[in-house]
Nanobody, 127 residues
Framework: VQLVDSGGDPVQPGGSLRLSCTASGVTFSVLNVAWYRQAPGKERELVSSISGVSGDGTTTYADFVKGRFTISRVNAKNTLYLQMNSLVTDDAAVYYC???????????????????WGQGTQVTVSS
């Protein structure tokens, strides 16, 4: 499984970005996928996830992005997206897509579940 992140860019507060992650080497629809982010000096944290067919596309969001970010996937394109609106300076980080075969039905995924990671894409939010 290979994941390639893209879409990170400098943006002003209040702006929008759409991140993409393209997968190869696997039937994408079976993957449970997620976006994580890591700011300098901070732990990598889960932003949002979307399950594969085993979970019928169930989504989860971290509280700090609810109502602003939307995760989606197009299985026919082997691609995961993260639409980010109303960006704030605290959203600045390197964003990583992640994938795994394990699906947790009783809550959001945990980092240890994810064995496949993209290379990361930098999101900068500043005026």
């Amino acid at each position: 499984v290979q994941l390639v992140d893209s879409g990170g860019d400098p943006v002003q507060p209040g702006g929008s970005l759409r991140l993409s992650c393209t997968a190869s080497g696997v039937t994408f629809s079976v993957l449970n996928v997620a976006w994580y982010r890591q700011a300098p000096g901070k732990e990598r944290e889960l932003v949002s996830s979307i399950s594969g067919v085993s979970g019928d596309g169930t989504t989860t969001y971290a509280d700090f992005v609810k109502g602003r970010f939307t995760i989606s996937r197009v299985n026919a394109k082997n691609t995961l997206y993260l639409q980010m609106n109303s960006l704030v300076t605290d959203d600045a980080a390197v964003y990583y897509c992640a994938a795994c075969f394990k699906y947790r039905s009783l809550g959001p995924p945990v980092r240890m579940d994810f064995h496949y990671w993209g290379q990361g894409t930098q999101v900068t939010v500043s005026s």
